[in-house]
């Protein structure tokens, strides 16, 4: 969905926030992509480097291991997070294909939605507790293991974000169903 479809209808103070939060992913989305471009250069130079000191041994590369391994992670719980913004995660849609748009197509999406997000909680919770408890250091970079741990839960936060703008989505257009445009309750029916 567009920023500009998002704000279509609102005035004031919802238009006000809804730029702003607009504003704010377009921030993530582009730390994200900038994270994910610069560890994938900085895997290249290193991984490069490893197979150029073989042929010419003009020095040591003993820290490129702990560097790919840093920078790996971060590649994939950020990458992760970033096609988890966009739904271009990997997934299986042939059932919700099948039921397209319809009442029972939207309720599997929106149970989905639901179980992803637990998911994703539970993820970023241990995920957490995980850099939290990380006392070590690395070998050779004595840096601590918390740096390689940390992609974990702040990609969980992201996608646990993103996952809560999907299901209001998905509310929405579930109201939509009902033919209310707005998902405001017709005149004398109770909200539900």
């Given at each position: 969905?567009?920023?500009?479809?998002?704000?279509?209808?609102?005035?004031?103070?919802?238009?006000?926030?809804?730029?702003?939060?607009?504003?704010?992913?377009?921030?993530?989305?582009?730390?994200?992509?900038?994270?994910?471009?610069?560890?994938?250069?900085?895997?290249?130079?290193?991984?490069?480097?490893?197979?150029?000191?073989?042929?010419?041994?003009?020095?040591?590369?003993?820290?490129?291991?702990?560097?790919?391994?840093?920078?790996?992670?971060?590649?994939?719980?950020?990458?992760?997070?970033?096609?988890?913004?966009?739904?271009?995660?990997?997934?299986?849609?042939?059932?919700?294909?099948?039921?397209?748009?319809?009442?029972?197509?939207?309720?599997?999406?929106i149970v989905v939605e639901i179980l992803a997000l637990g998911f994703i909680v539970l993820f970023a919770h241990?995920?957490?507790?995980?850099?939290?408890?990380?006392?070590?250091?690395?070998?050779?970079?004595?840096?601590?293991?918390?740096?390689?741990?940390?992609?974990?839960?702040?990609?969980?936060?992201?996608?646990?974000?993103?996952?809560?703008?999907?299901?209001?989505?998905?509310?929405?257009?579930f109201r939509q169903l009902d033919g209310h445009p707005d998902g405001a309750a017709r005149d004398g029916e109770?909200?539900?």
């Amino acid at each position: 969905m567009v920023a500009s479809d998002l704000h279509a209808g609102l005035t004031g103070d919802a238009a006000m926030v809804m730029r702003f939060l607009s504003a704010i992913d377009r921030v993530i989305a582009a730390a994200l992509r900038w994270i994910c471009i610069l560890c994938l250069v900085g895997l290249f130079a290193v991984l490069l480097g490893m197979v150029l000191i073989r042929f010419v041994p003009i020095a040591r590369l003993s820290w490129s291991s702990e560097v790919i391994e840093l920078l790996f992670a971060w590649l994939v719980f950020s990458g992760a997070a970033a096609l988890w913004r966009t739904g271009e995660h990997f997934r299986i849609e042939a059932l919700s294909e099948a039921l397209g748009s319809s009442r029972p197509g939207l309720i599997l999406t929106i149970v989905v939605e639901i179980l992803a997000l637990g998911f994703i909680v539970l993820f970023a919770h241990y995920g957490l507790q995980l850099t939290l408890r990380a006392s070590a250091t690395s070998p050779i970079l004595a840096l601590p293991r918390t740096f390689w741990y940390l992609p974990m839960p702040m990609a969980g936060v992201i996608m646990a974000v993103y996952s809560v703008r999907n299901l209001a989505r998905h509310a929405r257009h579930f109201r939509q169903l009902d033919g209310h445009p707005d998902g405001a309750a017709r005149d004398g029916e109770p909200r539900s």
